[in-house]
């Protein structure tokens, strides 16, 4: 069974935020809310300084919190890609979900419910990449099966540094920054 | 002076190509019919209600092909055309936002005429009759009195057209762009005085192949043009090296081999200084020079005293830093470019900073080779066959006696420089076009003066912004995604064609620009002018004319044509423009003029104790002043920062996220601004994105949010070679936000 991951190269990334306006306008994210964000660290005392920028959303982690804390099972993982999801019919938008991601990656939607990333399972079930990676004028961000070793992504991690943001919350993110 | 019309540079220096020019060009336009006739899964989108309708994006000028989507009847999103060369599928952000601009509710609904003092931003709703009645008369009266050259017209963009044409017509030579005097004016004069022609837009840089990347306060990344972004990451993928030029640690710097955070206003010291490098280490490309050049030995002699530790205390750059990047430029040489930025009226000697820059990359050989600047071409589609426009009777007066000898276009302050003084003859309406001259001009106060002594002030737009605050009659216009529009022929890698179309309806029934101009010549008594019926019709006959069709593109949105070889690796020639037929890295004509025939190092004016230099520039999510209101692109960014530097900060005893005011030298004082207290800019400047701080009350969303740095732009140094507008000369102190008032 697959598992879904990204690689994004921050070597590329321009922090132009096109990753967050498709976000919004293909998944109709109302005003005020975004389901991904940039990150700008800047590190280091002008004029040696060094920024790393990244492109952040749902993590879709191996172990997630936001589904082992969910009371009604709204929060779940998908059959397909192990993509962690939430039935919004489910949702009683108690915000459990919400405060246990220690990303920050979830909201509680105008109409009621937890929202976020869903790695826009709609366009990869016909075979499309999600949109944030679709759109990325730098090509920096990459989609695919974490456990297909020829997919992209793998060959990716396996060539190139990579870190993954709180690997000590225990969550076992599936977003890999490539530096 | 120069004496190369646009039209002749398009003829000789560029290739134009019709549709049916070969076999490349029948084998690329069926792959591409292929291609349109197959979106993704097209039967079962058009089930589910979606419709797919190609376009182009007019966010900025740049004009990305594009693909928008309709779902059930309402705009969903839009997308890059894959067919389409500029965006290669790929929109920006501003571009994937566009769509924002069309549920924006703040923007003009119906015709408006003035009911009080200019300014006061009231009016009446009319209809678009007595607003074209109420226009026309106007013109009558000014006709009558000061003639019909005494109407002006400024314009951003390919909507300006058709009005554009209407007031030929009419009978007026007098038409500006901002983009020319308060932008890219500068650096095109400075290459055409180098090599014969300028860089175009889109610049005709071969970024993705650039094996060493020289920028030069150029924020690609955070200036979004979607064609040169994208070839900058490939660049930065392929491990070109990177060198920037910058006060600010810019992304671009943050992407860099070297970076430079060289101190305002000494660029030129520096590019003089690499120059000396390459002459004296013998490290310039020796045989393209003795091929192509004219006048190196008396270029040399002047720049032999320019040596690095020469330029250091002006420019702060390390001499063994200037050595060091020189001899990488000169590593990687043709397949070096050294960007020549597109926003270079800084100083007033820009013209002829931008001619160091184009003398740098003759040193490397980078024009027309691989990795430099290539040779670009266009469709050939013929114009529509319009009726001969009457002869003014005066000439235009934005440059009064060749007072800037080498201004190739007219001079938008020149215009209000006229409006206001009368001279040499009055101008007594203004039309303007998808510009925010408030914004857009340097010196409001000065602008404002020049509106007061108009008879008519028409402006033509989709949002309310400040010059609108200033009309007499504001026309509402149907958005992009709302309206046809005049093709996108234009020079680019590969020759093609592109169409605008409506994918929904406008709101409110706003007008397309064709259908204001049309219905504005008909009554002004100029229908002869307009001999098609509507726009569909013109765009038939000149697609029909070119061996296209209307049908096709209405489908497809784009037609390529056969590629032409764009450097000398592919088999272009190289052919200079100059009076000598070289590259004239000594200039008889600018000697002849009066001036420095081999660009000069001066130095700027200090600021007064304690204050900072002000720069600005570009956000990646907006468009100008223009794109404040549209609520996708707010929600990315809806207020400007002011960049201070962190040291400073803190003995400021400031931190980010507070608000402060900026008073110019000159005693303005800005809306409230947060500050970005941050280690990516030098400790002299601050920085902000231009376009924030809006005052026109219309804006509601937009309205005072973030400062304006126009509104501090008090100051500005003429350049005297073609009359820019150097805006990078004024100089505030931060004080904290209750001072205001
Ligand atoms: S679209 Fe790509 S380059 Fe732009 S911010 Fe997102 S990931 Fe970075
Ligand atoms: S994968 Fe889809 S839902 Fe997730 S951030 Fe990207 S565009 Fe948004
Ligand atoms: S660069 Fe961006 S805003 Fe400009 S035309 Fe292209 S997509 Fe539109």
């Known amino acids: 069974m697959a598992r879904f991951g990204m690689a994004i190269d921050t070597v590329r990334c321009v922090g132009c935020m096109d990753c967050v306006v498709a976000c919004k306008t293909e998944n109709s994210v109302p005003e005020g809310f975004n389901r991904d964000w940039i990150t700008t660290e800047v590190t280091g005392t002008f004029p040696t300084t060094h920024l790393e920028i990244r492109s952040e959303r749902c993590n879709h982690c191996d172990d997630p919190p936001c589904v082992s804390c969910c009371p009604t099972g709204a929060s779940h993982v998908h059959d397909l890609g192990a993509v962690v999801l939430v039935d919004a019919d489910k949702c009683i938008g108690c915000k459990g979900c919400v405060a246990s991601c220690p990303y920050g990656a979830r909201f509680i939607h105008p109409d009621g419910y937890a929202d976020k990333c869903t790695f826009c399972i709609h366009r990869v079930e016909q075979g499309l990449l999600p949109a944030c990676v679709a759109v990325c004028p730098t090509h920096c961000m990459h989609f695919g099966d974490l456990d297909d070793p020829n997919s992209d992504v793998s060959t990716l991690l396996a060539s190139r540094r990579h870190h993954v943001l709180l690997p000590d919350a225990g969550t076992k993110p599936r977003i890999y920054y490539l530096t | ?741």
Not at chain 2, 134 to 155: D, L, N, Q, R, W
Request: glycine share 8%.
């Open chain 2, 1 to 741: 002076m120069s004496t190369y019309s646009r039209r002749k540079f398009l003829k000789i220096s560029a290739a134009t190509v019709t549709v049916a020019s070969g076999a490349a060009g029948a084998a690329g336009a069926a792959a591409s019919a292929k291609a349109a006739a197959a979106p993704d899964k097209p039967s079962k989108r058009a089930a589910q209600g979606v419709q797919r309708i190609p376009t182009y994006c007019d966010i900025c000028f740049w004009k990305c092909g594009a693909i928008a989507s309709v779902r059930d009847g309402v705009l969903w999103k839009i997308e890059g055309n894959p067919e389409d060369p500029l965006s290669r599928g790929r929109l920006c952000p501003r571009g994937t936002g566009g769509i924002g601009a069309h549920f924006d509710p703040d923007r003009l609904k119906r015709p408006l005429i003035r009911k009080q003092e200019r300014g006061q931003e009231v009016w009446a709703e009319v209809s678009w009759d007595e607003a074209f009645a109420y226009i026309a008369t106007k013109m009558h009266a000014i006709k009558e009195t000061y003639g019909p050259e005494s109407v002006a017209m400024f314009a951003h963009g390919i909507g300006g057209n058709f009005l554009k044409h209407t007031l030929k017509a009419f009978g007026t030579p007098n038409f500006a762009a901002p983009s020319f005097a308060q932008c890219r004016g500068p650096r095109d004069v400075g290459f055409r005085l180098t090599f014969g022609e300028d860089v175009g837009s889109p610049e005709r840089t071969d970024i993705k192949n650039a094996q060493c990347l020289v920028l030069i306060g150029s924020h690609l990344g955070e200036n979004m043009h979607n064609s040169q972004v994208q070839e900058f990451a490939e660049a930065v993928g392929n491990g070109a090296s990177i060198i920037v030029v910058d006060p600010r640690f810019s992304v671009a710097a943050s992407k860099a081999r070297h970076y430079l955070p060289i101190k305002p206003g000494t660029d030129l010291a520096l590019l003089l200084a690499w120059m000396h490098v390459l002459v004296e280490e013998g490290l310039y490309d020796k045989e393209y020079v003795a091929a192509h050049g004219f006048g190196f030995d008396q270029f040399a002699a002047r720049i032999a005293s320019c040596t690095p530790e020469w330029a250091y205390p002006e420019t702060g750059i390390d001499p063994a830093v200037i050595r060091e990047t020189a001899r990488e430029m000169a590593r990687h040489r043709p397949a070096t470019l050294v960007h020549p930025g597109r926003h270079a009226t800084w100083y007033g000697d820009d013209t002829q900073r931008s001619r160091a820059v184009a003398l740098l990359n003759a040193l490397l050989g980078s024009w027309g080779h691989k990795g430099g600047f290539y040779a670009p071409s266009s469709m050939d589609v013929p114009g529509y066959p319009y009726p001969a426009y009457p002869k003014p009777a005066k000439p235009k007066l934005d440059n009064p006696g060749m007072r800037y000898p080498f201004a190739h276009e007219a001079i938008s302050t020149g215009i209000r420089e006229a409006t206001i003084t009368g001279a040499p003859y009055p101008i007594k309406a203004w039309f303007t076009y998808a510009t925010n001259l408030i914004q857009a001009l340097p010196n409001e106060d000065e602008t404002i003066k020049a509106i007061k002594n108009l008879d008519l002030l028409v402006v033509v737009d989709v949002i309310p912004n400040e010059i609108a605050g200033w009309a007499d009659v504001v026309l509402p216009e149907a958005v992009y995604l709302e309206r046809f529009d005049d093709l996108n022929v234009e020079l680019f890698r590969e020759p093609f064609v592109a169409l605008r179309q409506p994918v929904v309806d406008a709101p409110h029934g706003q007008k397309p620009n064709w259908w204001m101009a049309k219905k504005l010549a008909e009554t002004l008594g100029l229908a002869q002018y307009y001999p098609w019926k509507d726009i569909e019709e013109y765009l038939d006959h000149r697609l029909t004319a070119a061996g296209m069709s209307l049908a096709d593109l209405k489908t497809r949105g784009i037609v390529r044509g056969a590629p032409q070889p764009t450097v000398v690796e592919e088999g272009a020639s190289l052919a200079f423009e100059t009076p000598s037929g070289k590259i004239e890295f000594y200039s008889l004509q600018l000697e002849k003029a009066g001036f420095d025939p081999v660009p000069v190092y001066t130095r700027h004016a200090e600021g007064p104790p304690a204050s900072f230099r002000l720069l600005f520039g570009r956000s990646p999510v907006h468009s100008f002043s223009r794109t404040q209101s549209n609520r996708i692109l707010s929600d990315m960014m809806d207020e400007n920062e002011v960049w201070l530097n962190a040291d400073m900060a803190r003995r400021m005893d400031l931190k980010s996220g507070d608000y402060v005011c900026l008073r110019n030298q000159d005693g303005v004082v800005s809306n409230r601004v947060r500050v970005k207290a941050t280690e990516r800019i030098r400790p002299d400047c601050v920085y902000m994105v231009h376009g924030f701080g809006h005052t026109a009350r219309g804006l509601k969303h937009a309205f005072g949010k973030g400062a304006s740095d126009s509104q501090l732009v008090t100051r500005y140094a003429t350049d005297p070679l073609m009359g820019g507008t150097g805006m990078n000369v004024n100089f505030v102190t931060i004080e904290p936000e209750a001072a205001r008032g």
